[in-house]
Every structure is written in structure tokens, then in C-alpha cells.
């Protein structure tokens, strides 16, 4: 008789693996950023994001026929307009490229979630997520107008959902009562609550064209030696009236998903930000990870620290490996 445990009894096969596998990924999973830029007949390639492109609207459909195809539910959607100033107006414009990329995309796909994500740095000349001040100080409740002209004008373009990535204080119950006014009640927000000031957001800000031409945005996104302010964020969030949550980026802050599941019973949502793409591309293109097996491992350890879904460039990608 033996005194141990034959864990490797539940090991044993594949049968047997999959029967006790406690966390299984699926494409409805996923939700899939696209990028939407002004212009036509335009599929610019985002060079360190490989297999990602900014399209103009004329060529959207291809991008979203590969989401639909998938069997992803959801996409975020970010626009890249052609002009930029120190109001940001183009994320308020009836016409902007990201309304009129919504309005276009819910007409083609009513079924698919548009999830637009609400902030000013795509549109502001400074790249800031906010209003400055002439010391260059990013200002909070002169930002707030703005943040809820913004959200209310892509739901009015059909968005489904409104995803605030700017990290002003207060501008989930700015947005919510702007949206409510608006006749929007039920437009949930998803909260990007607990997102830290991070070197992994580098290739995203070449994809959206949205890097600070000065300083840095330490001042308003978190810093990342801190959870116990994660929580108060998320928790603060919620009295404001934020649907969901979004804890960003992902790979280096599994602690902060697993205690915000611990803690909060909303959907929580893992943002699989760009430099972890990128990091995985560049070293599967060098030959030295195996690019499925790692992503899949990778994900996975997200929904185990708890996200109920997962923000991710690789989601079209990752979709079809879980198919074969
Ligand atoms: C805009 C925004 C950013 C990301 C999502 N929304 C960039 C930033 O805050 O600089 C990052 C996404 C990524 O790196 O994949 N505020
Ligand atoms: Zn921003």
C-alpha cells in the first residue's frame, strides 16, 4: 500500500487531463481590438504589432468577416483621425472616423459588441488622455465635458458598450449621468479601473498614433508598485456606477485580477495589452517560443487569476488553434 498521492493518475491521458481541466479557454472569450483610420483604400501594417493593421472603413469589412468568422462575440473599437487639436474634438464629432466606423460596423454586423473606447489621446494634440494646463499638467474635472461628450456620442453612433481608458478621477459618474441624460440608460460602462502607467502599451501607442509628445501619463495611470490602490480604484469605480472592470495590462498583474475576483463579483475583464503581443511575436519570429502553445498558456493563466474575458490581439489567432 503507498503512503503518497498519485496525482499523475489524473495525468495519464488526454481524456483524463481534459475531464479535470478546471479552466478551458473558448473564442467567446475573446474580445478583439480594431483600428479604425481616416482615409481610403488604407491597410496600414502596425510594425511592431505584426498582424495587425489600421483600416479605413472601406476595408473594415475584412477585418470584422475574420472576427465574425471566429466565433469572437466582441471587438474594441479606436480611431485614428486625420486631424488632431487641444479640445480633442474629433472624439466628440458626429462624423469622426470612430462613429462613423461604429455606425458602419453596426450596420454591416448587428449581432457583433462594439465596445468603444472612450479617451481623448487619440485626438488631442499633446497625445494626453486629458486637457492640459500651461505647465503641462494633465487637468482632471476640465477633462470630465469632454470624456462624457465622447461617450455619449458613440453610443449615439450604436457602440453597445463604453469602455473609459483615460483614468480621470470621477469620470464614471460623469459619464454615467451624461449618458442617462442622453437618453442612454442602458449603455453599460466598462471601466478601465485598475490601469497602470506601463511600458507594455509602447507598440499600442504606434498602432493608434497616441504617445504624449511630452512627459509621460505617471500623473493619472496607476503606478505599477501598487494593489491596494488597484482595489480602491475598482471599488470607487463601482459607486460610480461602472458595469464591468478591466485590470490592464495583464501578464505582469495576475495578482491584482485574482484579488479584484476576489473581491468584486462584476464581469472582470484581462487586458492582454500590445507589448505582451509584441514580445511573443517577436520571439516566435525569431524561432525560439512556440507561438501557440505559449499564447494558449498564456491566456489561460489569465482566466485562472480570474478574467472572465480577455482583451487580446492574438484573439482571431488564438480562435482558430482552439478549433484544430
Ligand atoms: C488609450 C489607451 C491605451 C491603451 C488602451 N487605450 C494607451 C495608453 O494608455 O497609453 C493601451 C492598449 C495596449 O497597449 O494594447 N488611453
Ligand atoms: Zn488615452
Redesign the pocket.
Known sequence: MSSFRRFRRLRQNEAIRSFVRENELHASDFIY?VFAVAGKNMKVPVKSMPGICQYSLDRIDEEIDRVVAAGIPAI?I?GIPDHKDDVASGAYDHHGVTQEAIRHIKERYPDLIIIA?V????YTSTGH?GMVDKKGYVMNDETLPLLTKTAVSMAEAGADIV?P???MDGRVAAIREGLDKAGFMLTPILS?SA?F??A??????D??E???KFGD?KSY?MDPANSREAMREIEDDLEEGADMIIV??AMAYLDIMKEARRRFEVPLIA???????AMIKAAAQNGWIDEKRITLETLTGMKRAGADRI?T?HAIEAAGWLCE
Open positions: 481590438p474594441l479606436f473606447d479617451c481623448l489621446c487619440e488622455c469602455a481608458s483615460d483614468m478601465y490601469k502607467a506601463s507594455y502599451y509602447g507598440p499600442f501607442r498602432a493608434a497616441s504617445a504624449p501619463r495611470q490592464k495590462p487586458y492582454n495589452v500590445s507589448g505582451e503581443y482583451i490581439y
